[in-house]
Nanobody, 124 residues
Framework: QVQLVESGGGLVQAGGSLRLSCVASGRTLGNYRMGWFRQAPGKEREFAAAISRSGGNTYYGESVKGRFNISRDNAKNTVYLQMNKLKPEDTAVYYC?????????????????WGQGTQVTVSS
């Protein structure tokens, strides 16, 4: 079992940037595909980004493509989400998730492990 802890959220003005981090413990992060999801109040949790085990392949939701960048450092057991050109509609709780098997990275039901989330608030 792997435990995930997110950090780096906060309040930022529109147009600004934040970098989220997700640190894993309990298992080697390199064994897992990793994803970032987000959930705004009253909305379903939606896919933001994902990355393959080696970091060679990345995937993005349409709403964040071109503005967000996912990366990982397996030696540090950490996954990052660099968020640029933030918009008020990016306001949400951001969750890190781990997937052990080769499944659909866009489907939140395929992720077995989740962090507790970190709040990102973008003011206009």
């Amino acid at each position: 079992q792997v435990q995930l802890v997110e950090s780096g959220g906060g309040l930022v003005q529109a147009g600004g940037s934040l970098r989220l981090s997700c640190v894993a413990s309990g298992r080697t992060l390199g064994n897992y595909r990793m994803g970032w999801f987000r959930q705004a109040p009253g909305k379903e949790r939606e896919f933001a980004a994902a990355i393959s085990r080696s970091g060679g392949n990345t995937y993005y939701g349409e709403s964040v493509k071109g503005r967000f960048n996912i990366s990982r450092d397996n030696a540090k057991n950490t996954v990052y989400l660099q968020m640029n050109k933030l918009k008020p509609e990016d306001t949400a709780v951001y969750y890190c998730a781990a997937m052990q098997y080769l499944r659909d990275v866009f489907d939140r039901a395929q992720y077995a492990y989740w962090g507790q989330g970190t709040q990102v608030t973008v003011s206009s």
